[in-house]
């Protein structure tokens, strides 16, 4: 390798910044909220399964 060869970057990730607390706390959220929609969906399952 020469030592002119530069490392070539990504610009759509060079561009990107580190999440913000806000985008970080909007994640946990969403995710929170498709755990629990699964787990509500899952008990309706299994009580409709037990009548």
Known sequence: ???YM???TDPETEKQDPP???DRLKAA???NL???KAQA???E???KNED
Do not use: V
Request: proline share 0%.
């Open 1 to 3: 390798m020469s030592a």
């Open 6 to 8: 530069t490392r070539k």
């Open 34 to 36: 498709q755990r629990r």
């Open 45 to 47: 399952a299994s009580e």
């Open 29 to 31: 959220l969403k995710a």
């Open 41 to 43: 969906r899952a008990r």
């Open 20 to 22: 913000t607390r806000e």
